[in-house]
């Protein structure tokens, strides 16, 4: 049970996280902590739901689930939106991995390093995504179990709290030229410009529905019972560092947050270069995770009457990983990133589907609205109203001159 609490709850807490404080920015102080505590209660919830759903159907896959409840249709459906979200996820981690942690640290701590020919490499944002991708992640995501991950997931548990203690202390002492207006509407705003906007990234923070069966399956004793304490300990833990990280990060930055808090900070911040230290290596372990997920999205859905192939295993997780890691090199805007692959995937795979399989599977000859099924009702429809307004804004955005997606050279 500690190996499947620290695989879940790294799992939550991982690139998302840091944009926490930007999601408070953008829905307002006081709608944002609302939004936080209220939506991790829903993904708890959710979470236990897909193994009331896989126990229900006779299934063990969320692909499997979904195609007995809809057909292809609902195959095709979930099998994109879990390869979209964790694929998203890769993309944001390569993004933080190396050009918002890694380089500030080695610049800060050897600031002649540039004046080497060959050391100055590690000081170059592309050869350092690639460095780390090729020599740790490749190497971890080449396992063909999760469970190989969890003592490294729970290495990467105490670098966040690492992160989550160093903000918390060095925010009140950062520069006042890098903080945020301190005016009381501005700092303690009840509703901010970018609800939907902030839904969609809380979400993709809090979202680990795509693994949620790998990790029920790497319980000694699978069921129901131990599931839903590792579920309940891992979100308790989410929550209570996700908001102490955004509320630590946002009341001091205020209107000058950005997509990842450490960025807000001077590079020469010596507890924030730790921090940014510990997070390049929580990325290094959380990245791999999210490849398992893509990997096993295709296999279940163009070989699940095949026979394992260790050919076929390499080539997928080759392919995949380096292709986020391309992402990773020519953009470095994370906020957008966030809201996109929240927005859509997030929403989808933490509020529609499971509770549209529920519906589908529980008492079937209940009506949708009965007592029994009318919160899973609502929290499809609240599903679907954010998919579809925040993808909008999130695209909108992403291509303007004010919050579009950076090009990094």
């Not at 301190?182 to 990234?201: D, K, L, T």
């Not at 911040?269 to 290094?284: E, K, P, S």
């Not at 096993?296 to 390499?314: A, K, N, P």
């Amino acid at each position: 049970m500690l190996d499947s609490v620290a695989n879940m709850a790294n799992s939550i807490l991982g690139a998302e996280s840091i944009g926490l404080p930007y999601a408070i920015r953008q829905a307002g102080f006081v709608t944002g902590l609302f939004l936080l505590v209220v939506l991790c209660g829903v993904t708890d919830w959710t979470i236990r739901l897909i193994v009331v759903n896989a126990k229900l159907s006779g299934r063990n896959s969320y692909i499997e689930i979904m195609n007995h409840c809809f057909g292809p249709s609902g195959r095709a459906a979930v099998s994109f939106f879990q390869f979209a979200f964790a694929f998203g996820g890769m993309c944001a981690f390569g993004i933080i991995i190396v050009g918002d942690t890694i380089p500030h640290v080695i610049r800060s701590v050897f600031p002649t390093l540039y004046q080497v020919p060959v050391l100055s490499l590690l000081t170059k944002r592309q050869f350092v995504i690639f460095l780390c991708t090729a020599c740790v992640s490749y190497p971890l995501s080449l396992y063909r179990s999760i469970h190989h991950l969890a003592r490294a997931s729970l290495l990467a548990l105490i670098g966040m709290v690492t992160i989550v203690i160093s903000v918390l202390l060095e925010g009140p002492r950062a520069d006042s030229e890098l903080k945020g207006s301190s005016e009381p509407s501005v700092r303690f705003s009840i509703i901010g410009p970018g609800v939907f906007q902030a839904i969609g990234v809380i979400s993709f923070a809090f979202v680990c529905h795509h693994n949620s069966l790998l990790i029920y399956g790497s319980l000694r004793t699978p069921t129901l019972d131990r599931f839903a304490r590792v579920t309940h300990i891992s979100t308790a833990i989410s929550l209570v560092a996700c908001c102490t990280l955004a509320i630590s990060g946002y009341l001091v930055f205020t209107d000058k947050t950005q997509g990842n808090i450490l960025n807000n900070f001077a590079p020469n911040d010596t507890l924030i270069n730790v921090a940014r230290f510990c997070f390049g290596l929580n990325m290094f372990t959380t990245l791999p995770l999210e490849l398992f997920v893509c990997r096993e999205v295709i296999e279940q859905y163009f070989f699940s009457h095949e026979q394992f192939s260790m050919q076929r295993h390499v080539f997928f997780t080759t392919v995949i990983l380096y292709a986020a890691m391309i992402i990773a090199l020519v953009t470095c805007d994370l906020g957008v990133m966030l809201e996109i692959t929240g927005g859509a995937s997030a929403t989808a795979l933490a509020f529609i589907f499971p509770t549209a399989c529920y519906i589908k599977l529980s008492n079937p000859g209940t009506p949708w609205y009965s007592r029994a099924k009318l919160p899973a009702a609502l929290c499809a429809a609240f599903g679907a109203v954010v998919l579809t307004i925040s993808l909008f804004l999130a695209l909108s955005k992403a291509w303007t001159p004010e919050g579009g997606a950076r090009i990094c050279v």
